[in-house]
């Protein structure tokens, strides 16, 4: 069972972190696991994204939303994650379906690759954000998503609420609610749509969540 306390939040590197995250559980056995992405498929729904959009799913981790969108005949997914254990999980679940992806190690605060991308259609961040505790830190991942998306793109953010969890496997947490998200974006984005949701963890663990869906303005 993954404990929350297995790591100190004092000189944390990043990528070592979340890979021996994914190294010491099972994809099923991580706190943040959830066997379909309700929520976000509910919001991809809404907007009637084409099926030939491009799909930027930040902190993928070995998320099953990423089957869930190769189910639903998505052709251009980019699934991206500091962890490159979490890619090599996601990978060997996706078998013969990994070849449908372009994945991407990158740090969302220091970024590389994910930097030279264009003309995303839609940027999808469920559990990454509110890792960000400093600044310079929160700054550069909302200037990555303003340079990499289109006008008219849309974003789903999902983290946790004011009221959530003030820890996640170890690290402290910035919160968030909507208005929060709509000042960091700015003017340039309008919010659709916003609600609350209690995610229950594998180990029956409740985790308030807000979720959101933004589109940017043309």
Known sequence: ??????????????QKHW???????????????????????S???????SKEATILNVGVGSSKLIDDLVIANFSNIIASDISSEALTSLKNRLGKNSDKIQF????????????????????IDRAVLHFFLKEEEQKAYFNLLKQVLK???FVIIAVFAL???EKCYGLQ??????????ANLGSEFKLIKDFNYTFVNPYGGERPYVYTLFQRRA
Request: aromatic share 8%.
């Open 43 to 49: 919001l991809i729904q809404e907007i009637n994204l």
């Open 151 to 153: 006008p008219n793109g």
């Open 104 to 123: 991407i190690q990158d740090d969302l605060t220091k970024s590389k690759d994910l930097s030279k991308l264009l003309n995303i259609d839609l940027w």
């Open 163 to 165: 009221n959530g969890a």
């Open 173 to 182: 947490l910035q919160r968030y609610n909507t208005k929060m998200l709509q």
């Open 19 to 41: 890979d021996n995250a994914y190294i010491k559980n099972t994809t099923e056995k991580l706190g943040w696991y959830e066997e379909k992405s309700e929520q976000i498929l």
């Open 1 to 14: 069972m993954t404990n929350e306390s297995d790591c100190k939040t004092s000189a944390v590197d990043y």
